[in-house]
């Protein structure tokens, strides 16, 4: 069962490890990346390929460059998009990473591609195409350093936000799930893929089958941290008095550790938490494997209160699950345009998206002031601690 104690890994350093294969594999497949290869921990990728440099004298002291390379490095977003678009409708694979914040840089560029794949179907002569596979980095979260201006999810709100079937936005929550993302990209074709994660160590939940299950709907029940039985659905025993689902790896650190904190406090509570791995228009999972409503029912039952925990903006998702059930029974937390250069706690504190914002949530609708309160110290005594002296509380 995992526990605080579990390997900590980075998502991305398992990103870089897979795309240091694929580039040994696949002598067509390029990288595109605005200067943040290094800093994003993709940088395994540097064992299969040089950066392309073509004209200029290639010095000693530079790093690994040559007329040959197939790592595209420049510190322009539109400019790498347009010659991967390139790249990519003369058949041949790619993906692009870059900042989180900065992927908005390109939206236009991206909406246009999408309305060029609609049309492309209705041409008879048109193949198809390798996907845009978008590696999603140094988001808004773990901005440490860089601050306010580096955090935004938007992008994720407007791809989910386009009516069509060409968005697949992905979650993976850990290393296990990127590895199964990345096999998707690979074979997808037609589409718009954006993947998001962060390059900091987190927590390891699933195996490499409970990955691939997620596959099949978008979503899974993390059985280690619920009650009832998560292997047959009909159980008797699925009777909860909350159902948690969070999206994104470090919203669902948070929603495990509050799950933890309220079954130390609250024993006899029943909860069920639901991880999301993806999101299309309007559904759970991915455009050509939605959740079924059939499936949102057993999964979320009904009438239960609903405690949402998400990467972006915290509407993104309600809005989403409001298609399946009453919205009513959501409530719903994420970013919340608070930003600042902070500690990561603060950060989540500051949007109401940390493990004891969403346990106070859950103790507000008991109605248990005492443990709201106790909760809402916590929040207040780390934030003291992070603007005193730069850091989260150690027991945190």
Same mark, same amino acid.
């Given at each position: 069962?995992?526990?605080?104690?579990?390997?900590?890994?980075?998502?991305?350093?398992?990103?870089?490890?897979?795309?240091?294969?694929?580039?040994?594999?696949?002598?067509?497949?390029?990288?595109?990346?605005?200067?943040?290869?290094?800093?994003?921990?993709?940088?395994?990728?540097?064992?299969?390929?040089?950066?392309?440099?073509?004209? &200029?004298?290639?010095?000693?002291?530079?790093?690994?460059?040559?007329?040959?390379?197939?790592?595209?490095?420049?510190?322009?977003?539109?400019?790498?998009?347009?010659?991967?678009?390139?790249?990519?409708?003369?058949?041949?694979?790619?993906?692009?990473?870059?900042?989180?914040?900065?992927?908005?840089?390109?939206?236009?560029?991206?909406?246009?591609?999408?309305?060029?794949?609609?049309?492309?179907?209705?041409?008879?002569?048109?193949?198809?195409?390798?996907?845009?596979?978008?590696?999603?980095?140094?988001?808004?979260?773990?901005?440490?350093?860089?601050?306010?201006?580096?955090?935004?999810?938007?992008?994720?709100?407007?791809?989910?936000?386009?009516?069509?079937?060409?968005?697949?936005?992905?979650?993976?929550?850990?290393?296990?799930?990127?590895?199964?993302?990345?096999?998707?990209?690979?074979?997808?074709?037609?589409?718009?893929?954006?993947?998001?994660?962060?390059?900091?160590?987190?927590?390891?939940?699933?195996?490499?089958?409970?990955?691939?299950?997620?596959?099949?709907?978008?979503?899974?029940?993390?059985?280690?941290?619920?009650?009832?039985?998560?292997?047959?659905?009909?159980?008797?025993?699925?009777?909860?008095?909350?159902?948690?689902?969070?999206?994104?790896?470090?919203?669902?650190?948070?929603?495990?550790?509050?799950?933890?904190?309220?079954?130390?406090?609250?024993?006899?509570?029943?909860?069920?938490?639901?991880?999301?791995?993806?999101?299309?228009?309007?559904?759970?999972?991915?455009?050509?494997?939605?959740?079924?409503?059939?499936?949102?029912?057993?999964?979320?039952?009904?009438?239960?209160?609903?405690?949402?925990?998400?990467?972006?903006?915290?509407?993104?998702?309600?809005?989403?699950?409001?298609?399946?059930?009453?919205?009513?029974?959501?409530?719903?937390?994420?970013?919340?345009?608070?930003?600042?250069?902070?500690?990561?706690?603060?950060? &989540?504190?500051?949007?109401?998206?940390?493990?004891?914002?969403?346990?106070?949530?859950?103790?507000?609708?008991?109605?248990?002031?005492?443990?709201?309160?106790?909760?809402?110290?916590?929040?207040?005594?780390?934030?003291?601690?992070?603007?005193?002296?730069?850091?989260?509380?150690?027991?945190?």
């Amino acid at each position: 069962m995992p526990s605080s104690e579990n390997p900590r890994l980075s998502t991305a350093k398992t990103f870089g490890s897979l795309l240091e294969n694929e580039m040994e594999n696949n002598p067509r497949f390029y990288l595109f990346s605005p200067d943040e290869t290094t800093s994003n921990k993709l940088d395994a990728v540097y064992n299969s390929s040089e950066r392309a440099w073509s004209s &200029l004298e290639i010095r000693p002291q530079d790093l690994k460059e040559s007329k040959n390379g197939r790592i595209v490095e420049l510190l322009s977003e539109n400019t790498l998009f347009a010659v991967m678009l390139g790249h990519i409708l003369n058949g041949e694979p790619a993906a692009m990473t870059s900042y989180e914040s900065f992927f908005t840089i390109i939206t236009s560029q991206i909406l246009q591609h999408l309305k060029f794949l609609d049309q492309s179907e209705k041409v008879s002569w048109r193949p198809d195409y390798p996907s845009v596979n978008l590696l999603n980095t140094s988001t808004c979260w773990r901005q440490d350093h860089n601050g306010f201006s580096h955090q935004s999810p938007m992008l994720i709100s407007t791809l989910l936000d386009r009516p069509g079937n060409k968005v697949n936005c992905f979650f993976p929550v850990d290393s296990e799930s990127a590895k199964m993302t990345f096999k998707y990209l690979q074979s997808s074709k037609n589409a718009v893929n954006l993947v998001t994660f962060n390059k900091t160590d987190e927590p390891q939940f699933i195996d490499e089958g409970h990955a691939a299950f997620q596959f099949e709907s978008g979503a899974s029940i993390f059985g280690f941290v619920s009650d009832g039985n998560p292997f047959d659905l009909d159980s008797k025993e699925n009777e909860f008095d909350f159902i948690f689902v969070s999206a994104g790896d470090i919203a669902t650190r948070e929603a495990v550790e509050a799950v933890k904190l309220l079954k130390y406090e609250l024993p006899s509570l029943r909860i069920r938490l639901i991880n999301i791995l993806a999101l299309s228009h309007n559904k759970i999972g991915t455009i050509g494997s939605p959740m079924s409503q059939e499936l949102f029912d057993k999964y979320f039952k009904a009438k239960i209160p609903i405690i949402a925990n998400f990467h972006g903006y915290k509407d993104t998702l309600k809005n989403i699950l409001s298609n399946y059930t009453d919205p009513k029974r959501i409530s719903a937390h994420g970013f919340e345009e608070q930003g600042s250069t902070t500690t990561p706690l603060e950060m &989540l504190t500051l949007n109401h998206a940390s493990r004891f914002d969403l346990a106070k949530d859950v103790a507000e609708k008991l109605k248990d002031v005492e443990l709201a309160q106790k909760y809402q110290k916590i929040i207040d005594a780390n934030r003291a601690n992070a603007y005193e002296f730069g850091v989260d509380l150690f027991e945190l």
